[in-house]
C-alpha cells in the first residue's frame, strides 16, 4: 500500500503509467498519467488477523511402560578381585599395596 505525502491519497500500487521523477529517502515522487506528481512512500497494510490457537484436551491418564524386573546373580567375592586383576596393570599394582598393609 503506499501513500501519497502531498495528497494524502492511498493506492495499492503504482499504476503502470506512472513515471518515477526522484528518489528520495522520505519516498519516490511520480508523475502520473494525469500529470499530477505524487510523492508515494510504502505504508504497512492492515494486520493480519491471527485465529486463536486451537485448544486441545489435555490428556488426563498416565501411560505406564512395563518396568522390567532387575536380573539379579550372586557373584563370588574371589570372581570379582579375580576380574578386577586382569582388567589393567594398575589393578596389580593396587593389589600390591593393599598385601603391604
Known amino acids: 500500500m503506499f501513500k501519497c505525502r502531498i495528497c ?3 493506492w495499492t500500487e503504482i499504476p503502470d503509467d ?3 521523477l526522484t528518489h528520495r529517502r522520505h519516498g519516490y515522487c ?3 498519467s494525469n500529470g499530477i506528481a505524487h510523492v508515494l512512500r510504502r505504508i504497512p497494510g492492515p494486520p493480519v488477523k491471527q485465529e ?3 485448544e486441545q484436551p489435555l490428556v488426563q491418564e498416565v501411560i505406564q511402560a512395563p518396568v522390567p524386573e532387575p536380573i539379579m546373580t550372586s557373584v563370588k567375592p574371589d570372581e570379582i578381585e579375580d ?3 586382569a582388567i589393567t596393570t594398575l589393578a596389580a599394582a593396587f593389589r600390591r599395596v593393599n598385601r603391604k598393609n
Open 8 to 10: 494524502g491519497g492511498t
Open 83 to 85: 576380574e578386577l586383576t
Open 18 to 20: 506512472a513515471v518515477e
Open 30 to 32: 511520480y508523475r502520473f
Open 52 to 54: 486463536p490457537p486451537v
